[in-house]
């Protein structure tokens, strides 16, 4: 089967769309103060929504055409032809710094996944609905390496929480199992390794990096998901009091998968995505914020679906 398997963006530390569908997206931090950049002690929630339509199939760098998509069911690289990936995501962070110094992250994200796609010799679509817990990520950090606390370094891990026994529920291949980069856990406990720097560049524009780094440590049933680099790069405007735009720039690298359930052929590639958006503080302790992914470039191995744009929204507090 063709995979749908490149790493949304989704960050690690803001809900990254449970690392479950293909070229669907790259890191995204929407919310400062949980990526460490605050010195302040307690506790944050924040809850977020994801839209993800993968609705293009690509090949390389273009789009694919009709002889790309013929050529690679020929000779067997593909077994399917996919239609569409309609993802939603919902997620719970929880963010708790003890001091300036110390912090943990926790993101429990629950999955809804509409996915049509064309069996080799079929003529009529199979159809499954995927709702499901996804694999649940814990991360630790440090930020005490100098005095100003702008600086930190990541830790944690994602946990094998997610289902990973969905079967097609209409169509040809009804009670098929679906590919195992469409069910909503990856099966593998991952290492997340990471770092990040904040700094002011005028009394109204901070700006921010960070790197992330993903790795399967653990696996099940013949299934290793590829390893993935999150490149984050972002700036916000202060100067208008509440309200504060946004700009990142979201860029991510990723092998592909591997094992006897996986589709080598047809997962990995490189990403990079411009993210406007916008936060909106409505009090001391809530702010709601919105923000769209823009592909700027996408590369994928073989034939992989991927969105046109994404969309998140949520809204943070404290306690």
Same mark, same amino acid.
């Given at each position: ?189 991952? =290492?997340? #390794?990471?770092?990040?720097? $904040?700094?002011?560049?005028? *009394?109204? &524009?901070?700006?921010? %990096? !960070? ?21 984050? =790069?972002? #700036?916000?405007?202060?100067? $208008?009091?509440?309200?504060? *735009?946004? &700009?990142?720039?979201? %860029? !991510? ?67």
């Amino acid at each position: 089967m063709t995979s749908t398997r490149l790493l949304l963006a989704a960050t690690l530390l803001i809900p990254v769309p449970a690392l479950a569908c293909s070229s669907c997206g790259c890191t995204l931090s929407p919310v400062w103060e949980n990526q460490g950049m605050s010195t302040q002690a307690g506790l944050r929630m924040d809850l977020r929504y994801d839209y993800v339509n993968q609705d293009q199939m690509r090949h390389g760098s273009g789009v694919a055409s009709s002889a790309d998509i013929a050529t690679a069911l020929a000779n067997g690289t593909v077994g399917e032809t996919e239609q569409y990936t309609k993802n939603h995501y919902y997620t719970l962070g929880a963010d708790y710094m003890f001091n300036r110094d110390w912090g943990v992250n926790l993101q429990v994200p629950y999955i809804d996944r509409d996915h049509g796609t064309l069996g080799a010799g079929d003529t009529d679509t199979s159809y499954s609905h995927t709702q499901s817990l996804g694999d649940i990520k814990l991360i630790g950090r440090y930020q005490g390496f100098f005095p100003d606390a702008k600086t930190g370094m990541m830790l944690g891990l994602k946990l094998p929480t997610g289902k990973q026994d969905y079967n097609f529920s209409s169509g040809p291949m009804a009670g098929m199992p679906l590919d195992r980069s469409l069910q909503p856990g990856t099966g593998s406990t991952d =290492l997340i #390794v990471g770092a990040y720097h $904040f700094d002011t560049l005028t *009394p109204t &524009l901070d700006w921010f %990096a !960070q790197a992330l780094y993903q790795t399967a440590m653990d696996t099940r049933n013949d299934y290793r998901p590829g390893n993935a680099l999150n490149l984050n =790069l972002g #700036v916000r405007y202060t100067g $208008f009091g509440n309200i504060m *735009p946004q &700009l990142q720039l979201n %860029a !991510q690298t990723r092998s592909s998968d591997s094992g006897a359930n996986a589709d080598p052929a047809n997962t990995g590639g490189k990403l990079a995505y411009l993210s406007p958006g916008a936060t909106i503080k409505v009090s001391d302790n809530i702010k709601v914020y919105g923000f769209v992914q823009l592909p700027v470039y996408q590369y994928v191995e073989g034939l992989q679906l991927a969105p046109r744009w994404n969309a998140s929204f949520g809204i943070n507090f404290g306690l």
